[in-house]
């Protein structure tokens, strides 16, 4: 494949998350569930316009953009006082 990158991501690299996430932020839960079955730390919808859910879940790409590392961490935008997290948490 020409121009094809030839740096990724191994398991052998410090970054690398496996596919394991527990012990991350979660992924794959229904924000508007979460907030249904209790979770007074979230606000009733993401705020920040860059952080979004996708069909009303959380997933990877809620705040992370693999093709743009403007940000650093392929953030979606810059999490300077944490506004990525204050996007969908009260705090």
Do not use: M, W
């Amino acid at each position: 494949l020409s121009g094809a990158a030839s740096n990724y991501l191994t398991s052998a690299s410090t970054a690398y998350l496996g596919t394991d996430l527990t012990n991350d932020h979660p992924v794959g839960i229904i924000y508007a569930t979460s907030i249904s079955n209790g979770d007074t730390g979230l606000k009733t919808e993401p705020t920040g316009g860059a952080v979004r859910t996708y069909s009303g879940a959380v997933s990877c790409a809620s705040c992370h953009n693999p093709h743009d590392p403007q940000y650093g961490a392929f953030l979606v935008k810059s999490n300077s006082n944490s506004a990525i997290c204050t996007d969908c948490h009260n705090k």
